[in-house]
């Protein structure tokens, strides 16, 4: 026996003696079965490497620019809450996150991320090479994001050493000028000036395959989508078929073989089409037999929900969001789903957005204000779902209720209450008009009516008792008031000097 065959007999014996499931030889029922599902198996999909296929399908079906563009909306749609305890400062990094149109640059980022699998938000500061690792932020540097897509960068082969969030990442990214279109200085950018996004994750080996890229999300989700477009395009040619006449003509074949007798026929369908259209008749020969028939349509709106909820469960996205569809069922509203896709973005927001945006948000700042902020500066996600009116009411209630609790009993002064209303504002929609002014003034009477502070200095606190003025050289112990006052005056109270 071959030493090959001997090895083939033991990966056959191995293979017997792991098997595990149920199976049936002769009802051929099982995975080692010669079966059709024996047969199916997966083969690799690089449909993020083709880029025209992926601009395309973003271009052509609305499935696809829908699944690619509505996270990425609803990831940015409500902004951030910047926590901070100086009111001035959230004024002014909102206005700065509407002037640079930060908001919309980071949506453009996260949807080429999606669609080719990365993306890049190049920060621009005045005055500072890109090539050269990021450095302190100038007063009035920060010139908003420049988004870059996979296809537009070239990763270079040098990694990040320095152990953290970034290690094992490409230290720069060469631009290619041909795919830009605009002069960058030195078509090369530090990692440390860009908030990376990646698509949907992949593992090393497939990693490696994308140039440390993830992949499209679109990638996953083309067949689905291709089934969807093909069976709605089906359902509206059917639409031209759903009304069919029969008409049945003896001899016909006969009549067509003979040019004479063709011409006639022709002739007497003319008539029969007009006569039909304006008379509604229909004529014919006593022999001729006119029928009409009509197509069902039963169970292809179900078929097209299937498709439409394979899509909606392949790209994340409920149907009541996806479509715009009500979910069917009594008392059914949606507002479950909607729930569990909120937290979903929520999760997505945490986990690709956070890291970048901080680095981001310090950057603005340095740029606002010349200097680094407070270790008390940070921000939250905003919440994507709206209160109704009845809902903010009762929110209302509660919040700024435990508010005024705690300033009654002084834990709070009346400057940090109005702080807590005001932040409030965007939650409930009440104590917007709180201005930094009130703010201003409520700190100073604050101030005002807080008492004095003892100052004790070393020498007094050292000092003999005869070096102190006023001290009895005696050593005799002296009242407060040296002389009470005597009792005078018509009302028997004490005179007033």
């Not at 994750?201 to 890229?213: E, I, M, S, V």
């Not at 006969?254 to 008539?271: C, E, P, V």
Request: charge should be negative.
């Amino acid at each position: 026996m071959s030493r090959t065959s001997a090895r083939n007999i033991k990966k056959s014996a191995a293979k017997r003696l792991f098997l595990d499931g149920v199976i049936n030889p002769l009802l051929r029922i099982g995975s080692q079965s010669r079966n059709t599902f024996a047969a199916t198996h997966y083969v690799p999909r690089f449909e993020s490497l083709d880029r025209s296929q992926l601009e395309w399908a973003y271009q052509g079906s609305w499935i696809c620019s829908l699944a690619v563009d509505i996270i990425a909306e609803d990831m940015t749609r409500e902004g951030i809450d910047i926590k901070s305890e100086n009111p001035k400062v959230v004024d002014r990094l909102n206005a700065d996150l509407d002037d640079w149109r930060v908001w919309d640059s980071i949506a453009d980022a996260i949807k080429w991320a999606r669609l080719y699998g990365g993306s890049v938000a190049v920060m621009m500061i005045d005055g500072q090479d890109m090539s050269q690792p990021l450095a302190e932020v100038r007063k009035g540097a920060f010139r908003g994001l420049y988004v870059l897509d996979r296809w537009q960068i070239q990763p270079s082969s040098e990694l990040v050493q320095a152990l953290g969030p970034d290690f094992g990442k490409p230290e720069y990214y060469e631009v290619l000028q041909k795919e830009v279109g605009v002069n960058i200085p030195g078509n090369r950018i530090h990692h440390s000036r860009v908030i990376r996004l990646d698509g949907r994750r992949l593992p090393f080996n497939l990693r490696q395959a994308y140039q440390g890229w993830g992949a499209s999300i679109l990638e996953a989700v083309i067949p689905q989508v291709q089934m969807f477009d093909l069976a709605t395009q089906g359902a509206a040619q059917l639409i031209s078929k759903s009304y069919l006449r029969y008409y049945k003509v003896q001899g016909l074949r006969d009549i067509l073989t003979n040019s004479l007798a063709r011409d006639g026929f022709l002739k007497q369908m003319d008539y029969m089409r007009e006569f039909q259209g304006i008379e509604g008749l229909t004529i014919g020969d006593s022999t001729d037999e006119f029928q009409t028939m009509q197509y069902s349509f039963t169970g292809i709106p179900d078929i097209l929900l299937q498709f439409g909820q394979q899509i909606s469960g392949a790209i994340g996205v409920p149907l009541v969001r996806l479509f715009g569809q009500s979910p069917a069922g009594f008392n059914s509203t949606g507002e479950s789903d909607l729930r569990i896709y909120y937290d979903n973005v929520k999760h997505d927001q945490d986990s690709g957005l956070r890291s970048g945006l901080k680095r981001l948000l310090r950057v603005m700042y340095e740029s606002a204000f010349g200097s680094a902020p407070d270790a008390d500066f940070g921000f939250e996600f905003k919440s994507l779902w709206q209160m109704t009116n009845e809902q903010k009411s009762q929110a209302a209630q509660g919040l700024a209720g435990s508010i005024i609790q705690a300033l009654q009993a002084d834990a709070i002064p009346t400057s940090v209450a109005m702080k807590e209303l005001r932040k409030l504002s965007d939650t409930i929609g009440l104590f917007g008009s709180i201005s930094d002014e009130d703010i201003d003034a409520a700190e100073e009477a604050d101030n005002g009516m807080m008492p004095p502070e003892a100052k004790l200095t070393e020498d007094l606190l050292n000092a003999k008792p005869e070096s102190v003025p006023g001290a009895n050289q005696n050593g005799a112990a002296v009242g407060v008031v040296p002389q009470a006052p005597q009792a005078g005056g018509p009302t028997g109270g004490p005179n007033r000097p």
